[in-house]
């Protein structure tokens, strides 16, 4: 539980140290761990009695983290959020006011915002975070919104909004509704193979990450020889678009598409390697784009292959 909302300062063979701060507290609300669960489980773990000024830190870091996300959908980008007060307040600022799209046609409430379903969180997530040995298993009884909802600001726009949402002490959560995109083209054939197996600690990193059907923005880490290539490449095969894969030198990019291809069925013409010595066709349709840092950064003079590509 401690690694999920605390940064670790000391780890030696007996006793760990770990720190609560800001960021950590915002990567628990991030993955569905509430400011009432935080401090109800942190009460019945420790040892004393758990401190008022921790229990107000964690509220003062919590109470507005995760109340509301920033979704792409059908390439369009929408504030979404369980509580219309806050969608109301994000748009007392001027700045993302003049950032809102107008929808026509869509089911709104009397503040015209879109109502929806909620995308819940799996089920393993949730069970993941209670305490399996607990004699007491106390039943959450608040009851929490089945709907949400939202509306579509512009696309250029969203760097500014984002940027104001933090300003406002709410700091959007990220997140792509890949499983009901229908205006970008799947990946063709792109499934692992029957022979590829991920570990336990794998399959938990990815439902973080996919943990209510949708792909959140955020960071994988593992330890050297883990398996982080495998978990990318199964992240990326779940998604099933079009991907850039991101390298730190070009020995990499090829060690990343021969993952692709002894992991997965796709088709070796939907990989595609973007470098200095080596510049694949890119498909038309939809495919995994394999290149390095530098190649996406430069700011000199392109060759015309090198244009074409970006």
């Known amino acids: ?25 915002y990567a628990a609300v991030a993955t569905n761990i509430d400011t009432e669960r935080i401090i109800s489980v942190l009460d019945k773990l420790s040892k004393n009695k758990l401190p008022k000024e921790i229990e107000k830190f964690i509220r003062d870091c919590t109470q507005k983290y995760g109340k509301a996300k920033l979704v792409l959908k ?21 700045v993302i006011a003049q950032s809102r799209v107008k929808e026509d046609g869509a089911a709104t409430d009397e503040h ?11 089920k393993e997530n949730l069970h993941n975070l209670e305490e399996e040995d607990s004699d007491d ?15 579509q600001i512009k696309g250029e726009a969203v ?18 509704d890949f499983r009901n995109d229908q205006t970008n083209p799947n990946v063709h054939q792109f499934d692992l193979k029957p022979h ?19 792909a959140r923005s955020g960071i994988i880490v593992l330890p050297c020889g883990a398996g982080k290539t495998l978990t990318g490449v199964t992240a990326a095969q779940t998604i099933k678009k079009s991907c850039v894969a991101l390298c730190t030198n070009a020995v990499s990019v090829l060690q990343w598409k021969y993952q692709f291809q002894l992991w997965t069925n796709i088709p070796d013409d939907r990989i595609c390697v973007f470098t200095s010595d080596r510049k694949d066709k890119i498909h038309p349709e939809a ?13 000199g003079k392109r060759s015309e292959k090198s244009q074409e590509v970006m």
């Open 287 to 299: 495919c995994v784009l394999v290149t390095t840092y530098t190649m996406v950064s430069y700011s």
């Open 137 to 151: 298993d106390e039943e959450d009884t608040t009851k929490k919104p089945s709907t949400v909802v939202s509306f």
């Open 74 to 94: 059908h390439n369009k980008f929408y504030v979404e959020s369980e509580f219309p007060q806050v969608l109301r307040e994000l748009l007392r600022d001027p």
């Open 1 to 25: 539980f401690l690694v999920a909302i605390a940064e670790p300062v000391a780890r030696p063979e007996f006793v760990h140290q770990y720190k609560l701060t800001p960021y950590s507290l």
């Open 196 to 214: 590829t197996r991920i570990r336990r600690y794998q399959e938990r990193s990815l439902a973080k990450m996919f943990g209510n059907g949708r």
């Open 159 to 176: 760097e500014k909004v984002k940027r104001q949402a933090i300003e406002l002490d709410y700091p959007l959560m990220e997140e792509y």
């Open 112 to 122: 015209g915002f879109i109502v929806q379903g909620k995308a819940e969180e799996m």
